[in-house]
């Protein structure tokens, strides 16, 4: 399950289209705080966050992850700062996508960190969208 982590609402419904046609089940949170709630609650296998969001930043978001969850993927949508910019602040220990985010580019790279056998099989039933 792959957990959206967007604060603005519309946005964050279009990356859950884009993962659910391309056949991942998704969970969504508008906050840091409410993805925190939701990886206590549920299997995680993946977090795609928003860098600026009010509350709990993306870069507070992964702190806090790292602190619970260390080996949990996560990519970082970026729209105002440079990919090598957000890496260097991040010490390359999450993944970049910039925004507008390509949905090619986007299921490569999650394919890319759910290599290890977490990805979704086509004996897996229908995904499911929850809104949290």
Do not use: C
Not at 21 to 44: C, H, N, P, T, W
Not at 110 to 116: A, G, N, P, V
């Amino acid at each position: 399950m792959i957990l959206i982590v967007e604060d603005e609402e519309v946005y964050r419904e279009l990356l859950a289209r884009i993962l659910t046609k391309a056949g991942y089940d998704v969970v969504q949170a508008a906050d840091g705080f409410r993805a925190l709630s939701i990886m206590e609650k549920l299997k995680i296998d993946l977090v795609i966050s928003d860098i600026f969001m009010p509350g709990m930043n993306g870069y507070s978001l992964v702190a806090r992850l790292r602190a619970k969850w260390l080996s949990m993927p996560v990519i970082l949508t970026i729209g105002f700062l440079s990919e090598e910019t957000a890496k260097n602040m991040m010490n390359g220990s999450v993944d970049f996508i910039p925004k507008p985010i390509d949905p090619e580019k986007l299921i490569e790279l999650i394919h890319r960190q759910l290599s290890t056998g977490n990805s979704l099989t086509a004996d897996e039933p229908l995904p499911t969208t929850r809104r949290a």
